[in-house]
């Protein structure tokens, strides 16, 4: 811990305190992405500081006694009753965090984060160009599927899985909305099949609110980039590429990936044979060899069908 | 007494005496000579030296101006240059107020959850306790079914960050090939950090994709050293964004599969006999090749009827296929 991390801190606790007179050391510490040991340290420099001159009087005060149950009691810190100006990175990080959330949100909630951003953005003399996008459907859908949240509804979607060829249309119980690498996600619980699922919200074409009650379904499991691990019908694959098509490493969730003279290999984890079938066919003669042959074999079946749909051969 | 216990010791009372200079700054109504500066500051005042509070001095000042403190340098007396004072004009420093509904405070109530990135995500929550500090109340409670994540896992992301903001032209290499940059602007898009800026060599703007960057991102200038273009300019969207769909397919799609590629079209009337089940729709695209391979992926559920060039390069693209050992 550096002293400047610590003043810089601590230039924001004193009119934080002053302003609130009595708060707990745990729920500040927590304000302050601190721990508690790490606050009581902060409260210790403060007892030496204050007014110039350093008289009993002139140096900001802390109930002794208080703190000692765990609750900080301060004052005489009139002279410092604001916060310092946000450090560029402070403000960037802020206003980046605003506009993951307008990129997700439903449209009143997008709203008052960018007037939320554009207020801070006037307190900068200058402001970096920082931009972040989400794939994440229309705010009408989210707006829906946020409302059905709140109201504690079942949802019909009208939804195109990446592992069909058409349109399902499930009844979930919505719980919370996310982004993981650039995309929006419904997690949602099916009672139907007696088990979570995630449902990507640029593919959902359509949202009903049904009257059905949600039976509370409870706190859903995280989900991490490691979510496909989680599906216990997925099988490893290794797929050799050639560098052309190198991409796939960084738009698929792989197990590892390795580089060699002319391209990449590249492990991962498939739940939907199907799915596997349609990149190898979008890859082509970029694909020099996949560990599993009867893939190969019928991804090659498909190519002929379709060929002979195009009547050559 | 052991060292670290001494080590820590010394950081408290370096930390007390900053935070005593700042608030002296503070507190002036005009500038203030050194001389009263260790006067009143009893860390200074202890000091042996003329020389040792001279050095102090030089470097707390420095330090309190690299944590963003407005310190100000000037004399009270304009025809005398020579007696050289400090102060922070309270305007200067002070967050100006700012009111927030309660709506904006409920998004701001989400904010802090959203970084993944270590350093981003203490830096929201330092900018989030300025706010409280200054009134608001940021309230988590009312969208906790929101919970959108951003995260900078590519190795050059923290330092290209930095840059960014600061403006501090940077160096690295990419594709085998040592780039000069400055910097203007970073972009997440589709789960990937991209910035655009200047390449100092070819005086051209240009985009780079961090998970690409091969070496460490060196630091070749000062902050502040550079001006990006105004924000149309240096809108890298229009640059990492697909080409211009500037050309029509007409193609023949199964019953109601292939929802998302549907959805970029719409129903159109054809000559063409389509096979049983079918429906003919029209298509923008931009490229032939890129186009061909993402419809191969849908087998024969997706045929091309229009253009020749379109089907043609999904026909090669099959063939080509088949031949994979």
Request: charged fraction near 25%.
């Amino acid at each position: 811990m550096t002293s400047n991390a610590q003043v810089t801190r601590l230039l924001a606790l004193v009119p934080y305190l002053q302003k609130v007179g009595v708060a707990d050391l745990g729920e500040t510490a927590a304000f302050f992405s601190v721990t508690k040991k790490q606050l009581l340290n902060d409260l210790n420099v403060l007892l030496f500081c204050g007014l110039p001159g350093g008289f009993f009087g002139d140096l900001f005060e802390i109930d002794q006694e208080a703190l000692e149950t765990g609750t900080i009691v301060f004052s005489n810190a009139d002279f410092l009753a604001r916060p310092m100006r946000f450090t560029p990175d402070e403000a960037s990080s802020l206003i980046v965090a605003l506009q993951a959330i307008a990129e997700i949100a439903d449209t009143e909630s997008s709203a008052a984060a960018r007037s939320a951003l554009h207020k801070l953005t006037a307190t900068q003399n200058s402001s970096a160009q920082i931009a972040v996008h989400a794939q994440a459907g229309t705010s009408d859908l989210r707006t829906a599927l946020l409302a059905a949240i709140r109201e504690k509804r079942s949802v019909q979607l009208t939804y195109a899985a990446a592992s069909h060829t058409g349109t399902t249309t499930p009844i979930v119980e919505p719980v919370r909305i996310l982004t993981r690498d650039g995309f929006g996600y419904l997690q949602a619980w099916s009672s139907q099949r007696d088990s979570w699922r995630v449902y990507r919200l640029d593919r959902i074409f359509e949202v009903a609110i049904t009257d059905e009650p949600t039976c509370d379904p409870g706190e859903p499991p995280p989900f991490d980039s490691g979510w496909l691990e989680q599906l216990t019908d997925a099988v490893e694959i290794e797929l050799e590429v050639s560098a052309a098509v190198g991409w796939i490493g960084e738009y698929y969730p792989m197990r590892s990936s390795e580089r060699t003279p002319d391209g990449w290999i590249f492990r991962m984890l498939v739940a939907d044979p199907r799915w596997l079938n349609g990149l190898l066919l979008r890859l082509g003669d970029q694909v020099k060899r996949v560990s599993n042959p009867a893939a190969l074999a019928s991804a090659k079946q498909s190519a002929r069908e379709t060929l002979s749909a195009y009547q050559v051969r | 007494m052991s060292l670290p216990d001494n080590l820590a010791q010394m950081a408290t009372r370096k930390s007390e005496r900053l935070m005593n200079l700042a608030i002296c700054l503070l507190m002036a109504r005009r500038f203030l000579l050194k001389k009263e500066i260790r006067q009143v500051l009893e860390q200074y005042r202890l000091l042996d030296s003329e020389q040792a509070f001279e050095k102090m001095f030089e470097r707390d000042k420095e330090e309190l101006r690299q944590m963003g403190l407005p310190v100000e340098t000037g004399s009270n007396d304009p025809w005398n240059q020579n007696e050289i004072g400090y102060r922070i004009l309270r305007g200067d420093f002070e967050l100006p107020p700012i009111d927030f509904d309660a709506a904006e405070l409920a998004v701001l109530g989400v904010a802090a959850q959203v970084w993944d990135a270590a350093t981003q995500a203490d830096q929201t929550k330092l900018a989030l306790a300025k706010l409280r500090a200054a009134g608001a109340d940021p309230d988590p409670g009312r969208l906790a079914a929101l919970t959108p994540s951003l995260d900078g896992k590519e190795a050059a992301f923290d330092a290209m960050w930095q840059a960014v903001i600061a403006r501090i032209p940077v160096e690295f290499g990419y594709h085998e090939k040592t780039r000069q940059l400055q910097p203007w602007s970073i972009t997440h898009r589709h789960g990937a950090w991209y910035v655009y800026g200047l390449d100092m060599e070819k005086q051209q703007g240009r985009v780079y994709k961090l998970s690409r960057v091969e070496t460490d991102v060196k630091y070749i200038g000062k902050p502040g050293s550079y001006f990006p273009e105004t924000p149309e300019k240096t809108n890298l969207l229009t640059l990492i964004q697909p080409a211009m769909a500037d050309q029509e397919a007409i193609l023949a799609i199964d019953g109601d599969e292939i929802p998302m590629l549907r959805r970029r079209g719409e129903v159109v009337e054809t000559d063409s006999e389509l096979p049983p089940g079918y429906t003919a729709y029209r298509i923008d695209y931009s490229s032939d090749v890129t186009f061909a391979a993402e419809i191969c992926a849908h087998g024969a559920a997706v045929i091309v009827l229009e253009p020749e060039s379109l089907r043609n390069a999904v026909i090669t693209h099959l063939q080509k296929f088949l031949e994979v050992e």
